[in-house]
């Protein structure tokens, strides 16, 4: 039961340093977004791991890549999309009506599930967000940019973009109450969020 003894200790963790925790969806949101300070959470992929493959992803895989690949192009009108489970779902996020035209358009190819060519029409499932891909690259790379420059900080693991929440997402190994004020400051609690891991190990940061 290590796992179980690792979370148990983190959430006693949680409770003398940054509050009460609580479960969201196989993350463990320690600290609760608010006008002046961004969220704080953390990452449970137990599950994750544990989920036997399924070949049904697979057709959707491959229009994930297609729908990306036309957000390469259109990137002012265009969010990040994502895929849902249980049903399978692709979603495709806009922000223009340029953009609701564009993540509308179905999704074809042909996918090899178990080997097998499969045919396959997706119909993506169009939603509104705030941010688009341009404006979220843009704030990456400047969180990152001004987090790690000049004087290089270990606390910063990496950074990413949340598609189905339309934000960036920093990753650290300490978390700065001063650095959720900052954030929430300069780009809005809806924009950025503070990914904790402790004893996580720095990736190439963008």
């Not at 983190?10 to 009460?20: A, D, M, N, R, S």
């Not at 265009?78 to 049903?87: E, N, Q, S």
């Not at 001063?178 to 990736?203: F, I, K, M, N």
Request: hydrophobic share 40%; glycine share 4%.
């Amino acid at each position: 039961m290590p796992t179980l003894r690792v979370i148990l200790a983190l959430l006693v963790l949680y409770t003398f340093t940054l509050g009460p925790a609580s479960p969201v969806s196989g993350r463990l949101v320690v600290e609760r977004a608010t006008s002046e300070a961004v969220e704080v959470f953390t990452v449970d992929l137990t599950d994750f791991f544990k989920e036997p493959y399924d070949s049904r992803i697979e057709p959707f895989n491959y229009a994930l890549d297609a729908a990306m690949q036309r957000v390469e192009g259109h990137p002012k009108d265009l969010a990040p999309p994502y895929l849902l489970k249980r049903p399978y779902r692709l979603v495709f996020p806009y922000i223009t009506e340029r953009g609701r035209a564009l993540a509308a358009i179905p999704l074809n190819g042909v996918a090899w599930p178990d080997h097998v060519r499969t045919p396959f029409t997706i119909i993506p499932v169009v939603r509104q967000v705030r941010h688009s891909r341009a404006e979220l690259d843009t704030v990456l790379d400047t969180v990152l940019d001004a987090m790690t420059s000049p004087a290089d900080d270990p606390r910063i693991l990496s950074g990413h973009i949340d598609a189905e929440r339309d934000r960036v997402v920093i990753e650290v190994t300490d978390v700065d109450p001063r650095l959720r004020r900052r954030l929430a400051q300069e780009y809005g609690s809806d924009l950025v969020a503070v990914q904790w891991s402790p004893g996580g190990t720095r990736s190439h940061l963008v």
